[in-house]
Nanobody, 123 residues
Framework: QVQLVESGGGSVQAGGSLKLSCVAS????????MGWFRQAPGKEREGVAV????????WYADSVKGRFNISQDNAKNTIYLQMISLKPEDSAMYYC????????????????WGQGTQVTVSS
């Protein structure tokens, strides 16, 4: 049974930083995508950053390029999202996802999802 558990969310002021973690258990397909998505109230879920753990290849949404960095620790079955220069518009529930089965890599077509961790950025 695959389980994704996120942690690291919180409340910060604009310009601050946070680092999210997602521990994957029961999931071993390092050649498929894993990534971070976010959803703000009243908005659709959007892809933030994805990685292929096997190769380390990464992709980012334009809105976070240069501010967010996705990385992995394969030995710990964990991916991270380092976020700097946070903006109020980054406020959302952040979800970890794994195993793309449909659509684009930053789309919502992932098989496994975590429960989310809240990020709130105040101005």
């Amino acid at each position: 049974q695959v389980q994704l558990v996120e942690s690291g969310g919180g409340s910060v002021q604009a310009g601050g930083s946070l680092k999210l973690s997602c521990v994957a258990s029961g999931y071993t397909d390092s050649r498929n995508y894993m990534g971070w998505f976010r959803q703000a109230p009243g908005k659709e879920r959007e892809g933030v950053a994805v990685i292929v753990p096997y190769s380390g290849s990464t992709w980012y949404a334009d809105s976070v390029k240069g501010r967010f960095n996705i990385s992995q620790d394969n030995a710990k079955n964990t991916i991270y999202l380092q976020m700097i220069s946070l903006k109020p518009e980054d406020s959302a529930m952040y979800y970890c996802a794994a195993e793309l089965y449909s659509g684009s890599r930053l789309g919502a077509g992932y098989k496994y999802w975590g429960q989310g961790t809240q990020v709130t950025v105040s101005s």
